[in-house]
T-cell receptor, first 114, second 113 residues
Framework: DGGITQSPKYLFRKEGQNVTLSCEQNLNHDAMYWYRQDPGQGLRLIYYSQIVNDFQKGDIAEGYSVSREKKESFPLTVTSAQKNPTAFYLC?????????????FGPGTRLTVL | KQEVTQIPAALSVPEGENLVLNCSFTDSAIYNLQWFRQDPGKGLTSLLLIQSSQREQTSGRLNASLDKSSGRSTLYIAASQPGDSATYLCAGDPRGAGNKLTFGGGTRVLVKP
């Protein structure tokens, strides 16, 4: 059963803590993305990766970090430097980025800072 | 910088009525456009992708058009059903590289039985 999985579905964090959100895909897609969604707003790009061991900053990368050690995995770490981390986080993937390809999304992780 | 706007922010219609959702972008150099559906608390489901060489795409009751000269895309949903209630988002790819989709804020649709 192919798709994109994100875990956990809900995550609670105390101020000052780092947390890592998981994103895994078995679609054999080259490109992966992380977005943030705030209530009533569209998505904003945090980081993206076109190939293993390579990634680029999106529009709102400050306070976040990523790694891409395996093609199927693209974890996102929300660090204590992110001042307003409470949001809905969505991971996506697409086959390749040489020409445009449809992006497919996971179910999301809702992060709440206590 | 590309900006994408969706108006109205919310829309309520009786079942059976046709839906017209609008998406406008500031930079007509947009290359490809994708429409998504999002149910509350869920991820995004891709509905239609209009690539740069195309002007419209159709899938079942859904039809999306893209007019680059006016910087607008429209999503039509025929004969709406209560199951169509969701938020609909459009996203444009300004550089044709598929890297950085710019999203609109979405239109929240309620179809009343």
């Amino acid at each position: 059963d192919g798709g994109i999985t994100q875990s956990p579905k809900y995550l609670f964090r105390k101020e000052g803590q780092n947390v890592t959100l998981s994103c895994e895909q078995n679609l054999n897609h080259d490109a992966m993305y992380w977005y943030r969604q705030d209530p009533g707003q569209g998505l904003r790009l945090i980081y993206y990766s076109q190939i293993v061991n390579d990634f680029q900053k999106g529009d709102i990368a400050e306070g976040y970090s990523v790694s891409r050690e395996k093609k199927e995995s693209f974890p996102l770490t929300v660090t204590s430097a992110q001042k307003n981390p409470t949001a809905f986080y969505l991971c996506a993937s697409s086959p390749r980025t040489g020409s445009y390809n449809e992006q497919f999304f996971g179910p999301g992780t809702r992060l709440t800072v206590l | 910088k590309q900006e994408v706007t969706q108006i109205p922010a919310a829309l309520s219609v009786p079942e059976g009525e046709n839906l017209v959702l609008n998406c406008s972008f500031t930079d007509s150099a947009i290359y490809n456009l994708q429409w998504f559906r999002q149910d509350p608390g869920k991820g995004l489901t891709s509905l239609l992708l209009i690539q740069s060489s195309q002007r419209e795409q159709t899938s079942g009751r859904l039809n999306a058009s893209l007019d680059k000269s006016s910087g607008r895309s429209t999503l039509y949903i025929a004969a709406s059903q209560p199951g169509d209630s969701a938020t609909y988002l459009c996203a444009g790819d300004p550089r044709g590289a598929g890297n950085k989709l710019t999203f609109g804020g979405g239109t929240r649709v309620l179809v009343k039985p």
